[in-house]
């Protein structure tokens, strides 16, 4: 009989880790098929279902664990808000904070084969280490093998410098590596559209401000504006971010970027369908997942679980270099690293 991997995506969002596991599926010559969805955010529900042919079920709080069908993996990418560096750094106090307590309310209950959370990287650190201890407590609770790390999109091919923290866990214990990264970062400029109508372009007074601190160059290049408003320009984009002001991340430090560019640096294929306005999309990108990053930890967890029905080539990772060194605008000279490259060429 073919293997059929069953799982559930809850906090799905517009459906980030839905592609990273498909992708793994397909790889691994083996079906999937979601069981369960669920995103409280409307609008996430019209993307989620314009695009999967799937209305995703309400809050969490509201589903009945009695009428979760068995699955095999279980997949959230839980809210981050109260852990994040913008949000109230409550943590377990604020009530956004309990929506951990729903997934392991429905792991105790339902028990997959295995589970992968994902949530920001400051999850770590918050609290001086004491809200990730007790979310791997909780875990290790449940009688789960259970382990962290932290990844970053850059890392893993996305020109966006995004990290992520990624907790997996295996109801039996069994050997699992984490993927090293050290993949070719696409070059910006192919993730860029080439015609963006003119309201995405900023003001003449931002745009003034931006050029005062810094030059345009012939590589396209992302500025970004710290809090403190201090400008840094690279050849990737800073994270997205659902709430961030319009004029954070400036292409070439004079336009916005599309909503379709947003999908694109998050690893969305072009196939997804934008039916939210541009706000929303903003948003739902900006709260969604790196999908390839996602996806090489699903496919260890596919191979740990001997999830597979042919074994492909790419389990071979390149050896993982200093991508943050090579890839700093060097502001003098007008190159990354040390030695000038063909456009478009540069392994890191
Ligand atoms: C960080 S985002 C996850 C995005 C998703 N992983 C993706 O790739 O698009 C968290 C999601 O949790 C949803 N959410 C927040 N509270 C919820 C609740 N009580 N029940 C269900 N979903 C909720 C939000 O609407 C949001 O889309």
């Known amino acids: 009989?073919?293997?059929?991997?069953?799982?559930?995506?809850?906090?799905?969002?517009?459906?980030?880790?839905?592609?990273?596991?498909?992708?793994?599926?397909?790889?691994?010559?083996?079906?999937?098929?979601?069981?369960?969805?669920?995103?409280?955010?409307?609008?996430?529900?019209?993307?989620?279902?314009?695009?999967?042919?799937?209305?995703p079920k309400g809050d969490i709080h509201a589903i009945d664990v009695s009428t979760i069908p068995e699955h095999d993996i279980?997949?959230?990418?839980?809210?981050?808000?109260?852990?994040?560096?913008?949000?109230?750094?409550?943590?377990?106090?604020?009530?956004?904070?309990?929506?951990?307590?729903?997934?392991?309310?429905?792991?105790?209950?339902?028990?997959?084969?295995?589970?992968?959370?994902?949530?920001?990287?400051?999850?770590?650190?918050?609290?001086?280490?004491?809200?990730?201890?007790?979310?791997?407590?909780?875990?290790?609770?449940?009688?789960?093998?259970?382990?962290?790390?932290?990844f970053n999109a850059l890392d893993f091919g996305l020109p966006q410098k995004r990290e992520r923290i990624f907790i997996i866990g295996f109801k039996k214990p069994c050997d699992f590596e984490w993927p090293k990264g050290g993949k070719t970062m696409?070059?910006?400029g192919l993730l860029l559209e080439k015609s963006v109508p003119k309201e995405y372009y900023a003001s003449d007074y931002i745009k003034t401000k931006r050029f005062a601190t810094h030059s345009p160059t012939k590589e396209p290049t992302i500025w970004h504006?710290?809090?403190?408003?201090?400008?840094?320009?690279?050849?990737?984009?800073?994270?997205?971010?659902?709430?961030?002001?319009?004029?954070?991340?400036l292409v070439n430090g004079e336009r916005r970027l599309t909503a379709r560019e947003m999908l694109r640096l998050q690893g969305f294929p072009d196939s997804f369908k934008i039916i939210c306005n541009y706000s929303q999309t903003r948003k739902q990108a900006g709260n969604s997942l790196p999908i390839p990053v996602a996806e090489a930890v699903l496919l260890n967890v596919f191979k740990s679980c001997g999830w597979m029905k042919n074994s492909k080539p790419d389990f071979v990772y390149s050896r993982k270099q200093s991508f943050d060194k090579q890839l700093?605008?060097?502001?003098?000279?007008?190159r990354y690293g040390k030695k000038t490259k063909a456009k478009n060429s540069r392994k890191i």
């Open 328 to 334: 700093l605008l060097k502001e003098k000279g007008k």
């Open 186 to 188: 696409k070059p910006l």
């Open 1 to 55: 009989m073919e293997t059929t991997i069953r799982f559930i995506d809850l906090f799905c969002g517009i459906g980030g880790f839905r592609y990273a596991i498909e992708d793994v599926a397909k790889k691994m010559g083996i079906k999937s098929e979601c069981v369960l969805s669920s995103d409280i955010d409307i609008e996430c529900q019209k993307a989620y279902e314009a695009n999967f042919n799937e209305i």
């Open 225 to 249: 504006e710290n809090k403190a408003g201090h400008i840094s320009v690279y050849p990737y984009s800073c994270a997205l971010r659902a709430g961030a002001s319009y004029n954070y991340l």
């Open 74 to 150: 279980l997949l959230a990418g839980f809210p981050c808000q109260p852990f994040s560096i913008i949000g109230q750094r409550k943590g377990f106090e604020d009530a956004r904070g309990t929506l951990f307590f729903e997934i392991a309310r429905i792991i105790q209950a339902k028990r997959p084969q295995a589970f992968v959370l994902e949530n920001v990287k400051l999850l770590a650190g918050h609290n001086g280490g004491k809200t990730l201890s007790r979310i791997l407590e909780v875990l290790r609770g449940l009688e789960y093998s259970v382990d962290k790390k932290i």
